[in-house]
Every structure is written in structure tokens, then in C-alpha cells.
């Protein structure tokens, strides 16, 4: 079994500040996990993945994230908000063979970037 | 390459009716994944299609159903629709020969009235 807890339904933050999105996971065997983009009206966008190599991932416009499995965290932080970033923003988390298109989503984290 | 394709990208309709979804996922990807995603309830798994046959199932009733082709496209049938079966639907496909990564689709917004 596998689930995923997004600790903040909503966050906001200054233009230029930094972003911090907190996801824990719970998995019964080694998880693959992964953050995806939504903005409004629009597909889901990976932003990056976590699948046994590199603890620190690096993704897409300047987001990475940490795995850490003593707190079963994956959070994921940037640097310097930009407007563009304002989105929602769901922690996923799959399991490998048969199971591996069987993801499960957090509820979602609602980021505001306030000018 | 292409992405995932899904059609329509909106549809309108009446309790009572059904209604099919279409997904041609990327090619070369044997599985296709449905989701709905809606306000309350956020994104859920709705079953997975590998190699033409249904892989995993989430909690959905009955009256939700899928198939995929030998193409791999797949489509979703939702009979009997009810007001609570607006959402977003999503696909998503993947080759689990290479990896755990899901590219979805841009989505079908089905509203029923």
C-alpha cells in the first residue's frame, strides 16, 4: 500500500522569496516519487522525479526536492519564487512493476506568488 | 515525439446519458492509466491498461469502464452519468519497461446537467 500527505493545502509567498511545498509518503516497498505541475485548465507537468539514484533531485525551472527516507519526505523547494510559478502542485508516489501505473496523488498544495 | 492525446477536451451532458473518453497515449507506451480529478475528491485512480487488459483497478463503480486497443489507445465509458461524475478526466501513459514517469494528457472536462 501506498499514500501521500501534502502538509499545506495552500501556500503563499513573495515574488523572489524562497518556496517550500512539504510532502511525506508512506510505501510498502522502495517508491518511485515525483512532483507534478497543474496551472489552471491545463494537464499535469512533471516538474521532477525520485527513483533510488540521487537523493537531491534537480528538475525543471529552478525546483528540486530532497528524499529522505528516515522521515519519508519529499519535499520540494526553489530558490526565488517567480510569478509563473503560481499553480497547484500535487506529490505523487508509484510502485514499480505491475503496479507502476497505479500512481497515487497527495491532495495538492495551492501556491500564491504575491508581486 | 507526440504527448498524449485525449479527445474531447470538453463535453456537456444529460444525467442518464453515457459517454465515451478517448486516449492515444505516446507511442510506444503499453500502459494507459484514468484518473478523475474534481474539487472534493482530488485526483483518483481509475484503472490502468496494460497490454490491452486491465491491469489494476481503483475504487470506482461499476457503471465506470475502459478498454484499450491494440494500438494501445484507449477509451473510458462512464454509463448512467450523474451530476457528481463532472470532473476533469485524466490519462496518463507510460513504459514501465523504462520507467515510473506518467506523461498525462491535457485532460477531458466532462460537466453533466
Known amino acids: 500500500a501506498q499514500s501521500v500527505t501534502q502538509l499545506d493545502s495552500h501556500v503563499s509567498v513573495s515574488e523572489g522569496t524562497p518556496v517550500l511545498l512539504r510532502c511525506n509518503y508512506s510505501?510498502?516497498?522502495?517508491?518511485?516519487l515525483f512532483w507534478y505541475v497543474q496551472h489552471p485548465n491545463k494537464g499535469l507537468q512533471l516538474l521532477l522525479k525520485y527513483t533510488s539514484a540521487a537523493t537531491l533531485v534537480k528538475g525543471i525551472n529552478g525546483f528540486e526536492a530532497e528524499f529522505k527516507k528516515s522521515e519519508t519526505s519529499f519535499h520540494l523547494t526553489k530558490p526565488s519564487a517567480h510569478m509563473s510559478d503560481a499553480a497547484e502542485y500535487f506529490c505523487?508516489?508509484?510502485?514499480?512493476?505491475?503496479?507502476?501505473?497505479?500512481?497515487?496523488f497527495g491532495d495538492g498544495t495551492t501556491l500564491t506568488v504575491k508581486p | 515525439k507526440a504527448g498524449v492525446t485525449q479527445t474531447p477536451r470538453y463535453l456537456i451532458k444529460t444525467r442518464g446519458q453515457q459517454v465515451t473518453l478517448s486516449c492515444s497515449p505516446i507511442s510506444g507506451h503499453r500502459s494507459v492509466s484514468w484518473y478523475q480529478q474534481t474539487p472534493g475528491q482530488g485526483l483518483q485512480f481509475l484503472f490502468e491498461?496494460?497490454?490491452?487488459?486491465?491491469?489494476n483497478k481503483g475504487n470506482f463503480p461499476g457503471r465506470f469502464s475502459g478498454r484499450q486497443f491494440s494500438n494501445s489507445r484507449s477509451e473510458m465509458n462512464v454509463s448512467t452519468l450523474e451530476l457528481g461524475d463532472s470532473a476533469l478526466y485524466l490519462c496518463?501513459?507510460?513504459?514501465?519497461?523504462?520507467?515510473?514517469?506518467?506523461?498525462f494528457g491535457q485532460g477531458t472536462r466532462l460537466t453533466v446537467v
Open positions: 496518463a501513459s507510460l513504459n514501465p519497461e523504462l520507467s515510473t514517469e506518467a506523461f
Open positions: 491498461y496494460f497490454s490491452e487488459t486491465q491491469r
Open positions: 505523487v508516489v508509484s510502485a514499480v512493476g505491475t503496479n507502476a501505473g497505479k500512481s497515487t
Open positions: 510505501s510498502s516497498y522502495s517508491p518511485s
